[in-house]
């Protein structure tokens, strides 16, 4: 009856290798589900990216604010009749080395 008993455990743990370990197995499956979340992570910060872009090229193509925006901070152009007035940082003075 023992010899029955090891062979019928013996079977049984030989069935579950492949739903473990084989090709469509648990650990296959769960590595799937943790790529394809992932994935969809990185979908969504891609989609929320183009929807930004979507917005900018819209702006672009109805109105001059867009352009404006653009142009004065790219390139630093100004409006005609307009007074540009350029802040620098005060340096601090260097410490003269000691003798």
Not at 59 to 69: H, P, S
């Amino acid at each position: 009856m023992r010899i029955f008993a090891l062979t019928l455990a013996a079977f049984i743990l030989l069935l579950q290798y492949p739903l473990w370990f084989g090709k469509g197995g648990w650990f296959r499956v769960w590595s799937l589900e943790r790529q394809v979340r992932e994935q969809k992570e990185a979908n969504a910060s891609l989609r929320q990216r183009n929807g930004a872009l979507d917005a900018e090229v819209r702006d672009l193509k109805q109105g001059f604010e867009a352009i404006e925006e653009r142009a004065r901070y790219e390139f630093g152009l100004i409006k005609q009749d307009e007074i540009f007035f350029q802040v620098v940082p005060a340096v601090p003075p260097r410490s003269q080395p000691e003798r």
